[in-house]
């Protein structure tokens, strides 16, 4: 394994996340491929083109109406309803799918599958990378790959793949001097999930003053693209997606962590088969991201990155209640998981441990989620 190329663990993990989706295609999804989409009957009508349950759905179901066409704002299209402005800041993985899907819309519930698992192939590729000029083996870069909440990511076509690749391609050129391409990828990513936007301000924090001029200005575009994709869609809906959400997503650090994981623990000592898995879940989670925290003074990682790190934790750890309830394999992590990695890659500390319980729970959960729609 330690011999293993970059290319290597890129075509290695593309042939594994295309065993997942083929064994869940089979298994939970029924050889419907549009099941992906976890379309929910109050929100997606029969003339959609997927299969639609009865219930609320998930959000991969409004990933789809917006691959379908990422120009029509409309609240109501293409047999969808979205339920809320702030899925249309979550752009750039529908507009990506709609490209590969070539516009067709019966191509899109493929695209949107697809396009996930190159994207995992790609962060491997690039997390390889970051990990041989670390001066580590290759195939370490698999601890930022392996994180079990993108099973639930490519299970059911969700955005957080996209997101952590075009942070992790961003930290990559930036470190190569590769700026303009850098922040390209940056501006990808914060039009992807807004919690990018935060952690992109915080690499800045660390990175803009010692830069020159001309990265400084550079560095402006990916706030700027936000700001203006907001106004977009401000002037199509009459909301701000940004505004829209009310503030109900975060709280004071643990306040509503803490006693999800007394609930989660209970179940697990009862044996329920959702709280164990949870409960392994953030055990890997809890020793990638203590193990980052004892090695950050020590790790040769730049500024930005040890301060994205530290804001990306302070976000996971102060979400509030509903993000919990059905933690969905820990997936609103996938930034701090892969800050964590990134830090522990800089550093000389042993990955044996984090690694071994990342891979433990990415093969519990990948069991889990081939089952279970």
């Not at 759905?57 to 029509?72: K, M, S």
């Not at 957080?160 to 470190?175: D, K, N, P, Q, Y």
């Not at 505004?243 to 975060?250: D, E, H, V």
């Not at 500390?349 to 069991?367: E, G, H, K």
């Amino acid at each position: 394994m330690n011999r293993l190329t970059p290319v290597a663990l890129a075509l290695l993990t593309t042939a594994l996340a295309t065993l997942f989706v083929l064994a869940r295609w089979q298994v939970a999804a029924d050889g419907d491929l549009t099941r992906f989409v976890v379309a929910g009957s109050e929100y997606v009508s029969d003339d959609a083109g997927v299969t639609a349950l009865p219930g609320h759905g998930y959000d991969g179901q409004f990933a789809y109406r917006l691959a379908v066409d990422p120009t029509e704002l409309d609240r109501r299209a293409y047999g969808v309803v979205i339920d809320s402005p702030l899925r249309l800041q979550r752009m750039t993985y529908p507009a990506v799918v709609h490209v590969a899907a070539g516009g067709e819309r019966s191509l899109v519930p493929l695209a949107l599958v697809v396009v996930n698992v190159l994207g995992l192939g790609l962060l491997a590729l690039l997390s390889a990378l970051l990990a041989r000029d670390a001066g580590r083996a290759p195939v370490a870069g698999l601890l930022v790959v392996g994180f079990f909440g993108f099973c639930t990511t490519l299970g059911r076509n969700l955005t957080e793949i996209t997101t952590v690749t075009l942070l992790v391609a961003g930290l990559l050129l930036w470190r190569r001097d590769r700026i303009p391409l850098a922040v390209l990828a940056f501006t990808g990513a914060v039009l992807s999930r807004e919690s990018a936007l935060l952690l992109y301000g915080a690499f800045l924090l660390g990175q803009l003053p010692a830069a020159t001029r001309r990265t400084r200005l550079l560095a402006a575009a990916p706030p700027v693209a936000f700001a203006a994709w907001q106004a977009v869609c401000a002037a199509a809906t009459g909301q701000v997606p940004l505004l829209s959400s009310g503030g109900k997503n975060l709280v004071l650090p643990f306040s509503d962590l803490a006693p999800a994981a007394g609930g989660w623990l209970l179940g697990a000592l009862s044996l329920d088969r959702a709280s164990l898995i949870t409960t392994g879940q953030l055990l890997a989670l809890a020793v990638v991201v203590t193990a980052a925290a004892l090695a950050l003074r020590a790790s040769v990682s730049p500024l930005g990155l040890k301060v994205a790190w530290l804001v990306s934790l302070l976000l996971v750890v102060s979400l509030s209640a509903n993000v919990w309830v059905g933690p969905a394999d820990f997936r609103t992590a996938a930034e701090l998981h892969a800050t964590s990695a990134l830090v522990l890659l800089d550093s000389r500390r042993s990955l044996w441990l984090p690694a071994l319980l990342v891979a433990a729970a990415l093969v519990m959960t990948a069991l889990f989620r081939v089952t279970s729609l």
